[in-house]
């Protein structure tokens, strides 16, 4: 099993990194919420613009209010995100207002440091879950009006991604396809 515990001790970055997947196929074990906790921690641990941490993370774990979340995140007529509600635990993103600092160089120099913050951070999350064991995917598509009324997140405030979480089902299939590193990247000038 690609998340046994034995080998995910000896394992180094990149070989985590390379663990990670997108679990689309979850079982229906309880995850421990020490174990989500973690992860939690790992995403408070992530780098921000001016240390701005402009994110808050809410845990759905109630089985009820996990499936209405669910049914927020599925396109009518077409299979995208059915796996979700499979998903023993969700976790929703919502932007917290960046510090001074951030919002004033993101308007200065154009760039939405928020999004990018929350991604690493996301990411921080979805790794820590790999180390113990998880699989998780991070969800873009979804009915955000409707996961903040679900939640009670204040109108103001946005929910950029939604990350599923829990074991993954034995024999689960998820494969990483890549572009290859000549492709991505290149020394001292651009291609
Ligand atoms: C911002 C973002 C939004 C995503 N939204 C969805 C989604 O709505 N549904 C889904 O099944 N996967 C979603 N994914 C997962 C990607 O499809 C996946 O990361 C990509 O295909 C690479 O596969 P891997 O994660 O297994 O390495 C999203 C990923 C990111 C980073």
Redesign the pocket.
């Known amino acids: 099993m690609r998340y046994a515990k034995e080998r995910v001790r000896k394992l180094d970055f990149i070989e985590l990194a390379n663990l990670?997947?997108?679990t689309?196929d979850y079982s229906d074990r309880v995850v421990d919420r020490d174990k989500i906790m973690r992860c939690v921690e790992a995403a408070r641990m992530a780098p921000s613009a001016c240390n701005s941490q402009p994110w808050h993370f809410i845990v759905v774990d109630d089985p009820e209010l996990k499936d209405m979340v669910a049914s927020a995140?599925l396109l009518m007529g077409t299979g995208?995100?059915s796996f979700v509600k499979g998903a023993p635990v969700i976790v929703a993103v919502v932007n917290e207002n960046a510090n001074m600092r951030s919002k004033v160089g993101g308007f200065i120099k154009g760039k939405n440091f928020d999004l990018i913050d929350i991604?690493i951070a996301a990411e921080h999350f979805c790794l820590q879950a790999a180390a113990e064991g998880l699989g998780t995917?991070?969800?873009?598509?979804?009915n955000e009006g409707l996961v903040k009324k679900l939640l009670d997140v204040p109108k103001l405030k946005k929910v950029p991604?939604l990350i599923t979480l829990g074991y993954e089902k034995t024999g689960s299939t998820?494969v990483?396809?890549r572009k290859s590193i000549e492709d991505i990247s290149s020394f001292n000038k651009y291609k």
Do not use: E
Not at 137 to 142: R, S, T, Y
């Open positions: 990670r997947r997108s689309r995140t995208l995100n991604g995917c991070i969800l873009g598509w979804f991604l998820a990483k396809v």
